[in-house]
């Protein structure tokens, strides 16, 4: 089956550095991948389309500049949380549709960001 | 805007059917999803309805009304590590939104 991975799995920073989480299609091309934020006990919230070769679309009252998204390949989109502070401490997901068929989005795993 | 709505929480007893409902009010519908998400964990894959009618997929089953704006999502045979949060989540244009999902607990 379909697999999305995440790296890291969970991170721990100081506020005020940046922090990178990878997402990878592992046995698919994904020209387009979707990252969401979860709050504990909320559901997950788009944040922005990653779109391979182009720049990533954002959903309103998402910042652009704080969280930065780039679609290097047709296997990897990474998200970079910017100066982070405490309150962007969540958990990060990011998916990815496999092409034809129902476009069902596959999940990565996720990854834990706990901004000190 | 996007609205979708579904009871916070449940509760039911290993063996027993349970039916968790979702409705929706979306600019856009290209597709209804559920998933299971256990704590912790990204959500999986469980159904998905464009069409009206029922989807019928082992012990879940999933039901779609587009006119209504109305889904629900059929759990039989309740099995103790089916206690999870059910996320139903609509697909506008490629993205998917998702409503606040519904925490099953399953009793013995």
């Known amino acids: 089956g379909a697999v999305v991975s995440q790296h890291p799995s969970w991170v721990i920073c100081k506020s005020g550095t940046s922090v990178k989480i990878e997402c990878r299609s592992l046995?698919?091309?994904?020209?387009?991948m979707f990252w969401y934020r979860q709050f504990p006990k909320q559901s997950l919230m788009l944040m922005a389309t990653?779109?391979?070769?182009?720049?990533?679309?954002?959903e309103q009252g998402v910042e652009k500049d704080k969280f930065l998204i780039n679609h290097a390949s047709l296997t990897l989109s990474t998200l970079t949380v910017t100066s982070a502070h405490p309150e962007d401490s969540s958990f990060y997901i990011c998916?990815?549709?496999?092409?034809?068929?129902?476009?069902?989005?596959?999940f990565g795993p996720g990854t834990r960001l706990t901004v000190l | 805007g996007q609205n979708i709505d579904q009871p916070t929480e449940m509760t039911a007893t290993e063996g027993a059917i349970v039916q968790i409902n979702c409705t929706y009010q979306?600019?856009?519908?290209?597709?209804l999803f559920w998933y299971q998400q256990h704590a912790g964990e990204a959500p999986t894959f469980l159904s998905y309805?464009?069409?009206?009618g029922l989807e019928e997929k082992g012990r879940f089953s999933s039901f779609l009304s587009r006119s209504k704006g109305y889904s629900y999502l059929l759990l039989k045979e309740l099995q103790m590590k089916d206690s999870a949060s059910y996320l139903c989540?609509?697909?506008?244009?490629?993205?998917?939104?998702f409503g606040r999902g519904t925490q099953l607990t399953v009793w013995p």
């Open positions: 998916s990815a549709p496999i092409a034809g068929g129902t476009d069902t989005q596959y």
């Open positions: 046995d698919f091309q994904a020209t387009t």
């Open positions: 990653s779109n391979e070769g182009s720049k990533a679309t954002y």
């Open positions: 979306t600019s856009g519908f290209n597709g």
């Open positions: 309805n464009v069409l009206d």
């Open positions: 989540a609509v697909r506008d244009l490629g993205r998917l939104y």
